[in-house]
């Protein structure tokens, strides 16, 4: 009778139970009775409707056998479902669906590894099926987290750990392709689901030797490394999840790695982290990578005050990235990139010499130990800044440097971005040397097609500024840079190392006809240039850098930019240079004396070459051949040895070891140059840059000195003197280019009042005003004695207290009170 009522409860089952039965043998070892399921998969088609049913009879039939631990049954669950999904496309299958998630969620709930590992690649299938109609209510935040959670499997043994770490970094790679192609794909991107998805991609990234120590990342996989490796999987996993990223959603995609990185203290060292910013920017969409370096930019602002290693190590993420980034387009992030660094620049001065303040008294051994960490975090900072410099087009590298020198302290005023105040003198000149060495990096390779673009006035007048410190390395630095931008042919190592060239031309210069604009350049701005060569010779703490450089500043400037006004006035500055040696009003040393006379020589053998006039080349080879003899510490090569005798004193009427004004005149008159100019003694202007340098040679701006002579002198006296006339004044003043100085000083005051911020320009006026105010104070100072007799002159010299070699002009007054 049981048996009975048994087959008639059977006879009464609904039909897709009674098929869903069929499929399970009674030896599980059998396998899925493959007629049944064709069956079933007919009946699963032809009524689509029953799908729910059927799903739902399969999940409530799997959960039993989870709980029985009978795990042959539900393998075969598993595949039943796997060939339904595959085989249903239709709309009803969305409720099929949630029964089948529920079944893949209650196996990976299990704590078996071998059905985490069924229900993931049961959820890799259903991943890769393209379904009809988006689902707008399903949610994968279960599967984010337990997949998240196998990719840190900890197993005791190993391969059952890799196998689960695999499965979960798979069924991560699922959810991703699953989202992505969906309607609402942007949940995948939410902060709560990235900060799981990424860590644990990243975990696995790592070449893991135990699993408290992470050694650092997994070298770059070779062809014989098998797929089903947890890093290399995990890296196609992140490089494909980033490579989906779009522009709303690669904030929430980057950001996780800082915080991975700063868990595990990965920055230091930092292989790891410059391995995941390569895969992140090489990942992504060009167009995007401007997102990737604004976060490391925030993030460094985040641990500025991290120990210097960490910084250090993410400035150096920060070069890779923008390495990658500046062959491609990065928008607006050009500037932002270098004011960041040039603040933590700062920053990293003020450390170091605060703890240096800080701990006078401690061991030198630690402080000497906290400045060179310091010292990794500037070279780190002068790297990036040099290398996205020289990378940049060159319009924008041109804003660039424009940029960087506006940062350079200048001392004695307070208008800079970097303020040096609280860092004192030692800080600027710090903070000097680094921006320049950054700018130097920056400049190498640039090519301007007119040398007014390289050194526009707004940039030539800052940067020749430092070169007036007393400062031998900030001098070199400047001349450098100023090599790069003169420099439009690379000459400059043919030109390396001071010495005699015999033959010029074995140097095979290139160069090019002298432009119209380079001309009107050389008008305007060749003064500045001779100038702060002249005045760079003539500094105490020169060595044979200095003098190197200066003459290939001088070279570079006759082959760049000499046409033949320029090359009278390179020889007028040669012989000044030569008349500071000789006459020596300055003090300088017998070094330095020697080493100017050797740089003039070998300027002056280059130029006569250059210009080819053979009466020229005559007299300089007969001078250097006359030192080679009597006076070989006045060229190069014997001047600049480590052993060189020098001579106790230069004896100013031995006329053939100089060369001379007049017979450089006759020879070049000779050849048709209008040498008029010659004549007349080069002398520097005075500007406001002295008084900014701190030079203790330049310390007074004016001195006007007012002397009457007495009445008594001799008529020889009074009739030697010169009378002052306009004819006279004008002869003295060499106005070449005045009327266009002025024209431009006009131009650039009325642009700068129009365009400039009211506090630069008040604290320009404020900075003029005391400038004026120290004038008129000395000025006032002069003490007037009245001349004891009509007769008498008076004698006004106009000058600076750092120039001597000024003009001095009497004039003839009777009775004559000055107030």
């Known amino acids: 009778l049981s048996a009975g009522v048994c087959c008639c409860c059977a006879a009464l089952r609904p039909r897709y139970k009674r098929l869903v039965d069929n499929i399970f043998p009674e030896d599980p070892k059998d396998g899925l009775v493959k007629a049944d399921m064709e069956k079933l998969t007919f009946y699963a088609v032809s009524a689509p409707e029953k799908l729910d049913r059927i799903g739902a009879y399969l999940a409530e039939r799997l959960t039993r056998d989870v709980v029985r631990h009978r795990y042959g049954y539900v393998l075969i669950a598993m595949e039943a479902l796997d060939q339904l999904l595959m085989a249903c496309h239709s709309q009803s299958i969305k409720p099929f669906v949630e029964s089948f998630l529920h079944m893949v969620a209650k196996l990976l709930e299990s704590g078996e590894p071998k059905l985490q590992v069924l229900g993931t690649n049961s959820f890799v299938k259903f991943a890769n099926i393209e379904e009809d109609t988006p689902s707008y209510h399903r949610r994968y935040d279960f599967f984010v987290s337990r997949f998240s959670a196998m990719c840190h499997s900890c197993d005791q043994d190993p391969e059952v750990q890799t196998e689960i770490r695999i499965a979960g970094i798979r069924g991560i790679q699922g959810v991703v392709r699953k989202t992505v192609n969906d309607e609402l794909r942007a949940t995948i991107w939410e902060?709560?689901?990235?900060?799981?998805?990424?860590?644990?991609?990243?975990?696995?990234?790592?070449?893991?030797?135990?699993?408290?120590?992470?050694?650092?990342?997994?070298?770059?996989?070779?062809?014989?490394?098998?797929?089903?490796?947890?890093?290399?999987?995990?890296?196609?996993?992140?490089?494909?999840?980033?490579?989906?990223?779009?522009?709303?959603?690669?904030?929430?995609?980057?950001?996780?790695?800082?915080?991975?990185?700063?868990?595990?203290?990965?920055?230091?060292?930092?292989?790891?982290?410059?391995?995941?910013?390569?895969?992140?920017?090489?990942?992504?969409?060009?167009?995007?990578?401007?997102?990737?370096?604004?976060?490391?930019?925030?993030?460094?602002?985040?641990?500025?005050?991290?120990?210097?290693?960490?910084?250090?190590?993410?400035?150096?993420?920060?070069?890779?990235?923008?390495?990658?980034?500046?062959?491609?387009?990065?928008?607006?992030?050009?500037?932002?990139?270098?004011?960041?660094?040039l603040k933590h620049l700062r920053i990293s001065v003020d450390l170091e010499l605060g703890d240096r303040r800080s701990s006078a008294g401690s061991a030198t051994l630690s402080m000497s130990s906290k400045e060179s960490d310091e010292r990794i975090v500037q070279n780190a900072i002068i790297q990036t800044i040099g290398f996205f410099g020289s990378n940049l087009p060159d319009y924008q590298r041109s804003e660039i440097m424009m940029f960087i020198m506006s940062k350079v302290p200048v001392l004695g005023t307070t208008s800079q971005s970097l303020d040096p105040s609280h860092l004192g003198d030692l800080g600027s000149r710090r903070i000097q040397i680094m921006l320049l060495r950054s700018l130097l990096m920056v400049t190498s390779g640039y090519k301007a097609t007119t040398i007014s673009n390289a050194l526009p006035a707004p940039f030539l007048d800052p940067l020749l500024s430092p070169s007036l410190m007393e400062d031998s390395e900030l001098r070199q630095l400047v001349l450098e840079i100023l090599h790069n931008l003169i420099d439009r042919h690379d000459n400059r190592a043919k030109l390396r190392g001071i010495r005699i060239i015999p033959d010029v031309?074995?140097?095979?210069?290139?160069?090019?006809?002298?432009?119209?604009?380079?001309?009107?350049?050389?008008?305007?701005?060749?003064?500045?240039?001779?100038?702060?060569?002249?005045?760079?010779?003539?500094?105490?703490?020169?060595?044979?850098?200095?003098?190197?450089?200066?003459?290939?500043?001088?070279?570079?400037?006759?082959?760049?930019?000499?046409?033949?006004?320029?090359?009278?006035?390179?020889?007028?500055?040669?012989?000044?240079?030569?008349?500071?040696a000789i006459i020596n009003e300055d003090n300088l040393p017998m070094f330095n004396r020697c080493g100017v006379m050797a740089l003039v020589a070998a300027y002056l053998n280059f130029l006569s070459q250059m210009i080819a006039v053979p009466a020229f080349c005559q007299h300089v080879s007969k001078v250097i051949e006359t030192r080679s003899v009597e006076a070989s510490y006045f060229l190069p090569e014997t001047i600049f040895k480590d052993k060189c005798d020098l001579p106790k004193s230069l004896e100013k009427d031995e006329t053939d070891l100089f060369f001379l004004t007049n017979k450089i005149a006759e020879s070049l008159g000779g050849s048709g140059y209008s040498v008029e100019r010659l004549s007349v003694p080069y002398v520097p202007q005075v500007t406001d840059e002295d008084r900014l340098s701190r030079r203790k040679s330049i310390v007074d701006t004016v001195s006007l000195q007012v002397d009457i002579l007495s009445g008594n002198s001799t008529e020889d006296k009074v009739d030697n003197t010169e009378e002052i006339t306009f004819e006279a004044l004008k002869k003295a003043i060499d106005n070449n280019g005045l009327e266009e100085q002025e024209k431009e000083k006009r131009r650039l005051v009325i642009e700068k009042f129009q365009k400039a911020p009211f506090e630069e320009i008040a604290a320009q006026c404020e900075t003029k005003a005391n400038l004026l105010h120290d004038r008129l104070a000395q000025i006032l100072e002069l003490t007037i004695r009245p001349p004891p007799s009509p007769s008498g002159t008076m004698t006004i010299t106009a000058g600076h207290a750092h120039y001597h070699s000024v003009p001095v002009y009497e004039m003839k007054f009777p009775d004559l009170c000055v107030y």
């Open 191 to 341: 902060p709560q689901h990235m900060d799981k998805i990424v860590p644990s991609l990243l975990f696995n990234m790592q070449k893991i030797e135990d699993i408290d120590s992470r050694t650092g990342p997994q070298s770059s996989p070779t062809g014989g490394v098998k797929e089903e490796n947890p890093s290399v999987l995990a890296e196609n996993c992140f490089r494909e999840l980033l490579g989906r990223a779009t522009y709303g959603n690669m904030n929430n995609a980057v950001r996780p790695v800082f915080a991975h990185l700063d868990h595990h203290k990965l920055w230091d060292p930092n292989e790891f982290a410059v391995s995941c910013f390569k895969i992140i920017m090489y990942s992504i969409q060009a167009q995007y990578s401007h997102h990737v370096i604004q976060e490391i930019l925030g993030h460094l602002d985040v641990r500025k005050r991290d120990s210097p290693r960490v910084r250090a190590g993410i400035i150096q993420v920060l070069l890779e990235a923008v390495a990658i980034a500046a062959k491609g387009s990065i928008g607006p992030t050009v500037l932002e990139v270098f004011n960041t660094l």
């Open 505 to 580: 031309s074995d140097l095979k210069i290139k160069r090019d006809k002298i432009s119209r604009q380079d001309v009107s350049f050389m008008k305007k701005h060749g003064q500045q240039l001779y100038r702060h060569i002249y005045l760079g010779c003539k500094e105490e703490d020169n060595v044979q850098k200095n003098f190197e450089l200066l003459f290939t500043s001088l070279a570079l400037t006759t082959i760049e930019l000499a046409n033949e006004e320029v090359v009278i006035d390179l020889i007028r500055l040669a012989i000044a240079l030569q008349d500071v």
